[in-house]
């Protein structure tokens, strides 16, 4: 557990359901998931070469590297398909009065 301050990133409704959603915090580019289980949110950058992942496709929990194809999944950040290696950086998520915060 991190103990830096919840940020409000999205209201819940504004989200792409079922899909990835690119937030701008600060200078960097969080990706928001929403998948059956849940809202998860990571580093929008892929840990192979960089590509932003919100140009990805995803699906039930994977999202997919829109350059070279890796995968990762996003509950836990680990990669499922080559050429992804590393894991990718999972941010701690929850909401609250209907907004999701993320720590970063
Ligand atoms: S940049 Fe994402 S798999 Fe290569």
């Not at 819940?12 to 915090?25: F, G, I, M, Q, S």
């Amino acid at each position: 557990m991190s103990d830096k301050p919840w940020r409000n990133v999205i209201a819940v409704d504004e989200l792409e359901k079922d899909w990835v959603t690119r937030v701008e915090v600060g200078r960097r580019t969080i990706a928001v998931y929403d998948t059956p289980t849940g809202i998860h949110a990571s580093l929008a950058l892929c840990t192979h070469g960089g590509a932003d992942l919100c140009d990805g496709y995803f699906d039930d929990h994977v999202i997919e590297c829109p350059l070279h194809q890796g995968a990762f999944d996003v509950r836990d950040g680990q990669p499922i398909a080559a050429p992804a290696t590393r894991a990718m950086r999972v941010l701690e998520v929850r909401v609250r009065d209907g907004k999701v915060q993320i720590r970063i």
